[in-house]
């Protein structure tokens, strides 16, 4: 019953009702013939006892009874009737007869069902003799009101949401929501009804006829439900149904569209006995399997309600297999559910735990599988435990595994395995076990593409690995793979240059979702990797952060994950950063063997070393490295971006003879692809610049050659060097603009340099003072460190700022950066030795 304390608000009622409320008022002697009707607890008794409030105001008896004549009823009184649809015919027309008199004040209240004859009769003269007034749900509007004057909710636009959205606006059960939260005192929004809320609705569902209870179970699923399914479950008529129907919504149990809200549906679920519950679940999902319809909408409600154990084993293991692409965490759940409901799920609820990136369980089960299952499981359960041991890193345990499982799809991953480990032992290719599918498709094309990749041409191998990703774009969330090939395809083209196509494949992997939770990491962390190649640091700093939040990665993914961090930090000259990052490094290094897959973040991680002089640190995995490509005939595609890498390290440990050799091994791969022509072109520039050689045209060509293959970061940076190394102003003008436009940054917008030599050396005390400027720290911050004054800084800043002709901050800062991060040169201030001629 809704509290009258509130019923004459005009933000309760709807206008309508309040106007009928104020003419009452106004003239409580005139005739009045009003039908007022709704389903249960829409405020029919609440509104007719606020009616009887305005007549006994105005002095006007009044009566809640039928009289039993016509006679006995007094013509200066009020007779208000509540729930007049249980009256007998006999009273029902003794009331239309005094409507028809049209000289007396009669207010009769009933709900749209039942309807007998004589109501029938009755509501056709209401309607045509006085009026009508249909009370119908809260709006929100409505909803918000009420709540604004129940004592400690007030007008909280989170809480109103929550409580329309639960109760559909039904007035009486906005009410005892209300209720329900002001004795918990909610802080916050609720995550769930109170109990005494959900247990008001008892008595409303005792006093329902059992099909009619019946028909509540089937609709608080949650699901639609066509006609054709409710007849064989409610063993009824068409029109019988209907009526049932009718019966629920003029209970309020139902709303407009034939669904119960929220809090009924969780009343129902909850009240309803567990037999009847499970008796009407158990003939649904026969119903829906029967129909070919979906039953993880079904099963998704009954989670929800925490009732899903009274469904069928083989409805759960039904509602898994539909969850698998989308939600292998939910269908992991469920498999386990129908397993321990006697269905042998096992090997399905491992791969599901595998592509929600659940690699414990996953290989917790199928390693149980391949020691205890039936035959006909223990190649699935071997297939799982392959893929969950590549993700970790175990690739020769992974590849001995995908061989014993058999089958073209397992050769295929197995090959893609053994390429990556640099043991491409010949094996016989398994005779086809199954149709040609889309996976299958995938797998063959990813062995191939990784072998053109290591043996052939890299516009073959890019292209077929972009193949391989595509077949999988329409259905490849459920697809379980030890690699992404739209990772591969990814790696392919930032080794040969194409960061555009890499960008793209990526893009739709993770637009597809393919190879679900477990490759969504890769994906985002090798588009981090391209921000950070273009340059783009703050959007790679950006993605990194949303891919790592929150999330335990595994072994290959932490080992990219360090890369990136290193190499941003290294690329804003962030050596508080390198140093507090380096040690989780070299950890994420030892966690993952080396493979052709991890060259990149390996040789990212060899210039931090460098940088921080700790290079020794990592020289056996890069030994690993080497000897890996050598047991492949050194293919160029992969060996360029690590010997570009370590000329890099080598340059920063002031190694000439390193440098050499690398730059050696560049050049001799040049006639591989443009991008190795390129690289191989900027490290002779490079040398050449170190050795004191600075040719403003060639250093120019080489870095807008870098930035055109997508190294944008690498392009300035060669420039800045030679800028900083050049005594011609003219040539450091050009260089330094140069070096600007590659940045993405407008040269007319920065003031050039004055004429005249400029030294960049920097003192000891000159170099401490500009990494923690170019770290951020202020002036007092600074000097709290290095134990000098905030004044002392400025001066020091002051002379940098000065002797480097700089006009601003900005400029200082970029300028500071391309400085620190050549500290061998800087510190010695004498160029290179001439290359030995032999």
């Given at each position: 019953?809704?509290?009258?304390?509130?019923?004459?608000?005009?933000?309760?009622?709807?206008?309508?009702?309040?106007?009928?409320?104020?003419?009452i008022?106004?003239?409580?002697?005139?005739?009045?013939?009003?039908?007022?009707?709704?389903?249960g607890g829409?405020?029919?008794?609440?509104?007719?006892?606020?009616?009887?409030?305005?007549?006994?105001?105005?002095?006007?008896?009044?009566?809640?009874?039928?009289?039993?004549?016509?006679?006995?009823?007094?013509?200066?009184?009020?007779?208000?009737?509540?729930?007049?649809?249980?009256?007998?015919?006999?009273?029902?027309?003794?009331?239309?007869?005094?409507?028809?008199?049209?000289?007396?004040?009669?207010?009769?209240?009933?709900?749209?069902?039942?309807?007998?004859?004589?109501?029938?009769?009755?509501?056709?003269?209401?309607?045509?003799?006085?009026?009508?007034?249909?009370?119908?749900?809260?709006?929100?509007?409505?909803?918000?009101?009420y709540?604004?004057?129940?004592?400690?909710?007030?007008r909280?636009?989170?809480?109103?949401?929550f409580?329309?959205?639960?109760?559909?606006?039904?007035?009486?059960?906005?009410?005892?929501?209300?209720?329900?939260?002001?004795?918990?005192?909610?802080?916050?929004?609720?995550?769930?009804?109170?109990?005494?809320?959900?247990?008001?609705?008892?008595?409303?569902?005792?006093?329902?006829?059992?099909?009619?209870?019946?028909?509540?179970?089937?609709?608080?699923?949650?699901v639609?439900?066509?006609?054709?399914?409710?007849?064989?479950?409610?063993?009824?008529?068409?029109?019988?149904?209907?009526?049932?129907?009718?019966?629920?919504?003029?209970?309020?149990?139902?709303?407009?569209?034939?669904?119960?809200?929220?809090l009924?549906?969780?009343?129902?679920?909850?009240?309803?006995?567990?037999?009847?519950?499970?008796?009407?679940?158990?003939?649904?999902?026969?119903?829906?399997?029967?129909?070919?319809?979906?039953?993880?909408?079904?099963?998704?409600?009954?989670?929800?309600?925490?009732?899903?154990?009274?469904?069928?084993?083989?409805?759960?293991?039904?509602?898994?297999?539909?969850?698998?692409?989308?939600?292998?965490?939910?269908?992991?759940?469920?498999?386990?559910?129908?397993?321990?409901?006697?269905?042998?799920?096992?090997?399905?609820?491992?791969?599901?735990?595998?592509?929600?990136?659940?690699?414990d369980?996953?290989?917790?089960?199928?390693?149980?599988?391949?020691?205890?299952?039936?035959?006909?499981?223990?190649?699935?359960?071997?297939?799982?435990?392959?893929?969950?041991?590549?993700?970790?890193?175990?690739?020769?345990?992974?590849?001995?595994?995908?061989?014993?499982?058999?089958?073209?799809?397992?050769?295929?991953?197995?090959?893609?395995?053994?390429?990556?480990?640099g043991?491409?032992?010949?094996?016989?290719?398994?005779?086809?076990?199954?149709?040609?599918?889309?996976?299958?498709?995938?797998?063959?094309?990813?062995?191939?593409?990784?072998?053109?990749?290591?043996?052939?041409?890299?516009?073959?191998?890019?292209?077929?690995?972009?193949?391989?990703?595509?077949?999988?774009?329409?259905?490849?969330?459920?697809?379980?793979?030890?690699?992404?090939?739209?990772?591969?395809?990814?790696?392919?083209?930032?080794?040969?240059?194409?960061?555009?196509?890499?960008?793209?494949?990526?893009?739709?992997?993770?637009?597809?979702?393919?190879?679900?939770?477990?490759?969504?990491?890769?994906?985002?962390?090798?588009?981090?990797?391209?921000?950070?190649?273009?340059?783009?640091?703050?959007?790679?700093?950006?993605?990194?952060?949303?891919?790592?939040?929150?999330?335990?990665?595994?072994?290959?993914?932490?080992?990219?994950?360090?890369?990136?961090?290193?190499?941003?930090?290294?690329?804003v000259?962030d050596?508080?950063?390198?140093?507090?990052?380096?040690?989780?490094?070299?950890?994420?290094?030892?966690?993952?063997?080396?493979?052709?897959?991890?060259?990149?973040?390996?040789?990212?991680?060899?210039?931090?070393?460098?940088?921080?002089g700790?290079?020794?640190?990592?020289?056996?995995?890069?030994?690993?490295?080497?000897?890996?490509?050598?047991?492949?005939?050194?293919?160029?595609l992969?060996?360029?971006?690590?010997?570009?890498?370590?000329?890099?390290?080598?340059?920063?440990?002031?190694?000439?003879?390193?440098?050499?050799?690398?730059?050696t091994?560049?050049?001799?791969?040049?006639g591989?692809?443009?991008?190795?022509?390129?690289?191989?072109a900027?490290?002779?520039?490079?040398?050449?610049?170190?050795?004191?050689?600075?040719?403003?045209?060639?250093?120019?060509a080489?870095?807008?050659?870098?930035?055109?293959?997508?190294?944008?970061?690498?392009?300035?940076?060669?420039?800045?060097?030679?800028?900083?190394?050049?005594?011609?102003?003219?040539?450091?003008?050009?260089?330094?603009?140069?070096?600007r436009?590659?940045?993405?940054?407008?040269?007319?917008?920065?003031?050039?340099?004055?004429?005249?030599?400029?030294?960049?050396r920097?003192s000891?005390?000159?170099?401490?003072?500009?990494?923690?400027?170019?770290?951020?720290l202020?002036?007092?911050?600074?000097?709290?460190?290095?134990?000098?004054?905030?004044?002392?800084?400025?001066?020091?800043?002051?002379?940098?700022?000065?002797?480097?002709?700089?006009?601003?901050?900005?400029?200082?800062?970029?300028?500071l950066?391309?400085?620190?991060?050549?500290?061998?040169?800087?510190?010695?201030?004498?160029?290179?030795?001439?290359?030995?001629?032999?």
């Open positions: 019953m809704m509290p009258s304390a509130v019923a004459d608000s005009p933000l309760v009622l709807a206008a309508d009702a309040t106007d009928l409320l104020d003419a008022t106004a003239e409580p002697a005139a005739p009045l013939a009003l039908g007022v009707t709704g389903p829409h405020g029919r008794t609440t509104y007719l006892q606020e009616v009887a409030t305005r007549y006994a105001r105005a002095g006007v008896a009044v009566h809640t009874e039928v009289p039993a004549t016509d006679d006995a009823y007094a013509p200066d009184t009020a007779l208000l009737i509540d729930d007049a649809h249980l009256l007998d015919e006999a009273r029902l027309r003794t009331l239309r007869r005094l409507v028809t008199d049209r000289r007396h004040r009669i207010a009769i209240s009933y709900r749209p069902w039942p309807r007998p004859a004589a109501l029938t009769e009755l509501t056709d003269t209401l309607r045509r003799e006085g009026r009508q007034l249909l009370l119908t749900p809260f709006t929100r509007a409505r909803t918000a009101a709540l604004a004057a129940v004592p400690r909710l007030g909280r636009a989170d809480l109103v949401d409580v329309h959205s639960q109760t559909g606006g039904t007035p009486r059960h906005v009410a005892w929501l209300a209720d329900g939260l002001r004795e918990q005192e909610t802080v916050g929004v609720p995550t769930d009804l109170p109990r005494q809320v959900v247990l008001h609705l008892g008595p409303d569902l005792e006093q329902l006829p059992a099909d009619v209870r019946r028909l509540l179970i089937a609709l608080a699923a949650g639609p439900l066509p006609a054709e399914a409710l007849r064989p479950l409610l063993n009824r008529e068409p029109a019988e149904i209907d009526d049932l129907v009718a019966e629920a919504r003029a209970a309020g149990l139902l709303g407009a569209d034939g669904r119960p809200t929220p009924v549906r969780r009343a129902v679920t909850v009240l309803s006995p567990a037999a009847d519950r499970t008796a009407v679940w158990h003939l649904l999902s026969e119903l829906a399997f029967n129909r070919g319809a979906p039953v993880l909408p079904l099963v998704r409600s009954l989670l929800a309600a925490g009732v899903a154990g009274d469904c069928p084993a083989g409805t759960l293991e039904a509602a898994a297999e539909e969850a698998l692409g989308g939600e292998p965490a939910l269908a992991a759940r469920l498999f386990a559910a129908a397993g321990a409901a006697g269905r042998p799920t096992a090997g399905r609820q491992a791969v599901a735990a595998a592509l929600a990136g659940d690699l369980l996953a290989l917790r089960l199928a390693d149980r599988l391949l020691t205890t299952g039936a035959p006909d499981g223990r190649a699935e359960a071997a297939l799982v435990a392959a893929t969950a041991l590549a993700h970790r890193g175990q690739t020769d345990r992974s590849v001995e595994l995908y061989r014993w499982s058999g089958g073209g799809s397992a050769h295929a991953f197995a090959t893609v395995g053994a390429l990556a480990t043991r491409p032992a010949g094996h016989p290719e398994p005779v086809a076990d199954g149709p040609p599918t889309l996976p299958a498709g995938a797998a063959r094309l990813m062995a191939d593409g990784v072998r053109e990749s290591v043996h052939g041409t890299p516009s073959a191998a890019l292209s077929t690995l972009v193949q391989a990703a595509a077949l999988l774009e329409p259905d490849g969330r459920a697809v379980l793979l030890p690699d992404s090939p739209a990772a591969l395809a990814a790696l392919t083209a930032v080794h040969c240059g194409e960061l555009d196509i890499a960008e793209r494949v990526l893009d739709r992997a993770l637009t597809s979702g393919i190879g679900g939770p477990l490759l969504a990491g890769r994906h985002r962390l090798l588009r981090a990797w391209i921000l950070m190649t273009r340059g783009r640091i703050a959007a790679a700093s950006e993605q990194l952060a949303e891919t790592t939040a929150g999330v335990a990665l595994g072994p290959r993914d932490l080992l990219f994950a360090a890369g990136l961090t290193m190499g941003i930090a290294r690329r000259s050596l508080g950063a390198l140093q507090r990052e380096w040690v989780p490094a070299l950890e994420a290094v030892v966690r993952h063997p080396v493979d052709l897959f991890t060259l990149l973040p390996l040789g990212e991680l060899a210039i931090a070393g460098a940088r921080l700790d290079l020794g640190r990592l020289q056996p995995y890069l030994r690993d490295a080497h000897e890996l490509l050598g047991r492949l005939a050194d293919p160029p992969w060996r360029t971006p690590l010997h570009w890498s370590g000329l890099h390290a080598a340059i920063l440990t002031d190694d000439p003879a390193a440098a050499d050799e690398h730059v091994t560049l050049v001799a791969a040049a591989h692809s443009r991008y190795a022509a390129v690289v191989a900027a490290a002779e520039c490079w040398l050449e610049v170190l050795r004191g050689t600075v040719d403003p045209v060639r250093v120019e080489a870095a807008r050659g870098l930035h055109d293959t997508g190294l944008c970061w690498d392009g300035a940076r060669l420039a800045g060097q030679a800028a900083i190394r050049t005594a011609d102003r003219r040539a450091m003008t050009t260089l330094l603009d140069c070096a436009a590659l940045q993405g940054r407008s040269a007319a917008e920065d003031r050039k340099p004055a004429a005249g030599t400029v030294s960049h920097l000891d005390r000159e170099r401490e003072v500009a990494e923690l400027v170019v770290a951020g202020t002036y007092r911050e600074i000097g709290d460190r290095l134990f000098i004054s905030a004044k002392t800084v400025e001066h020091h800043v002051a002379r940098m700022r000065s002797r480097l002709d700089c006009a601003n901050r900005t400029d200082l800062l970029a300028m950066r391309t400085i620190l991060a050549e500290p061998s040169y800087t510190t010695n201030g004498q160029p290179w030795p001439r290359r030995a001629v032999n």
